[in-house]
């Protein structure tokens, strides 16, 4: 933790808003960066006085939304065989990459905003939301939706962590993520759920 802040602080002491919004694009569109502690970390800044919240937060909201509308065009207008191809390129994060892939086809749209929670996912939905050839206004609605929850949530949680941000930040991103994963539980038992009694439905209708 000491070391990313020690690699990023001064970058975004120089450069400010500029360095963050390129940050978080870097990061959604692919990077190996650590954006929750980035996020957390901003938050610190304002609670010191060297950021603004509102600014603050905007900027990386903006920065993950336009990374994520970049990818989705990536995918919808190259498809799965350039993505296959130059994901193979990622080495480690081809893995997680194919795992997404799967988690996608199950899932569908929720793991636009649910993916913002878990690292390694929220790089690679939206190139499956192109892929998929997701309708643009229903990714925007819950990228869009998602990244502006996760920008504030861990934005917020730095300022009111203040100095003990990286003593609690792990503690507390542990805990998110299992509420999150079972988020995606009950989401997915719910949409198997509706599924089955969707397709339950023309038969009741049959058989009277």
Do not use: H
């Not at 070391?3 to 919004?21: C, H, K, P, R, T």
């Not at 903006?62 to 390129?89: L, N, Q």
């Amino acid at each position: 933790m000491q070391e990313i802040v020690q690699m990023f602080s001064g970058y975004i002491a120089d450069y400010g808003y500029v360095a963050l919004f390129s940050l978080f694009f870097l990061g959604i569109i692919g990077f190996p960066l650590p954006e929750e502690t980035l996020l957390v970390f901003s938050g610190f800044l304002v609670s010191t006085g060297q950021l603004s919240y509102i600014p603050t937060f905007l900027v990386c909201f903006f920065g993950s939304i336009s990374a994520m509308t970049c990818a989705y065009w990536i995918g919808r207008t190259f498809g799965y065989a350039f993505i296959e191809r130059y994901g193979k390129r990622f080495g480690l994060g081809y893995t997680l990459y194919k795992r997404t892939e799967d988690w996608f086809n199950r899932v569908g749209k929720w793991a636009l905003p649910l993916g913002y929670f878990i690292p390694g996912v929220r790089q690679f939905t939206a190139y499956f939301a192109g892929i998929t050839k997701l309708p643009f206004p229903s990714f925007m609605l819950y990228s869009y939706v998602g990244g502006l929850f996760w920008s504030i949530l861990f934005v917020t949680l730095g300022k009111i962590l203040g100095e003990r941000w990286e003593q609690l930040f792990d503690v507390i991103s542990r805990n998110l993520a299992i509420f999150f994963i079972l988020l995606f539980g009950v989401i997915l038992a719910f949409s198997y759920y509706q599924r089955r009694k969707w397709l339950a439905k023309p038969k009741q209708e049959g058989s009277r």
